[in-house]
């Protein structure tokens, strides 16, 4: 080996001296440097926490109870409503078991209508039997336009309660075209004169003419 080559490798390799002076840098730099971020926030955290615990404040609003909600409300309402309902059932199904039924009672429980002279067995009075009565009974559907078999215009009439009463439902409602038979263009005009007939008060709108509730009671 040449001496070059040995005082290039002595020129090279730092002293002991300079590897002493870097180490000590090195120390300070490490003690001046600030701590990572992970480590602040969890130093906040902790002190944020510590201030929560000894702030009354905050012990009062995290025990302190949620508003109630609208729905809240109205449930409670409805089942208050509800329950002052089923009490005032209770209360009157107990007066009328304690005061006993009358015939009066009795006699609108019955669905037949019952006549001086009709003659009844012990079975026409049982529950199935009786509940056939219930049933309405419908007139058949007219197979022919009575209008048109007669030849009548319905808006000459509309001051005859008679006729319009019979296209006319119990409670004044007009009868659809199912139930008359009519042919839509007279249907329309039967309503159109039905219409008519109590817009200018001669019809009562949601009962029965009186001569006609009359003459079927024969009061």
């Known amino acids: 080996m040449s001496l070059e080559f040995l005082f290039s490798r002595l020129a090279v ?12 840098q090195c120390r300070r730099r490490g003690v001046a440097t ?3 971020r992970a480590t602040a926030s969890l ?3 902790l002190q944020s926490s510590r201030e929560q615990q000894q702030s009354p404040s905050a012990r009062q609003t995290s025990t302190s109870r949620p508003a109630r909600s609208t729905y809240d409300i109205a449930s409670s309402a ?3 409503s509800t329950t002052k309902t089923t ?5 009157q199904a107990q007066r009328d078991l304690t005061r006993g039924y009358t015939a009066n009672d009795l006699s609108r429980q019955v669905s037949r ?7 009844y067995s012990p079975h026409d009075l049982s529950g199935p039997e009786m509940a056939k009565w219930k049933k309405l009974r419908r007139k058949p559907r007219p197979k ?5 078999q007669l030849g009548m215009n319905p808006l000459h009439y509309y001051k ?3 006729i319009m009463s019979e296209y006319i439902t119990d409670m004044g409602r007009i009868r659809g075209g199912l139930d008359t038979g009519l042919r839509p263009v007279n249907q329309r005009k039967m309503a159109k004169a039905v219409r008519r007939a109590m817009g200018m008060g001669l019809m009562p709108g949601v009962h029965r003419h009186p001569e006609l509730l009359r003459r079927e009671h024969k009061i």
Request: contains cysteine.
């Open 13 to 24: 390799r730092p002293t002991t001296t300079t590897t002493s002076q870097i180490c000590r």
């Open 34 to 36: 600030v701590p990572p």
């Open 43 to 45: 130093s906040q955290s």
């Open 78 to 80: 409805i089942t208050e």
């Open 87 to 91: 009490l005032y059932q209770q209360s």
């Open 113 to 119: 209508k019952w006549k001086t002279g009709d003659v």
């Open 144 to 148: 022919y336009d009575v209008l048109d």
């Open 160 to 162: 005859n309660f008679s």
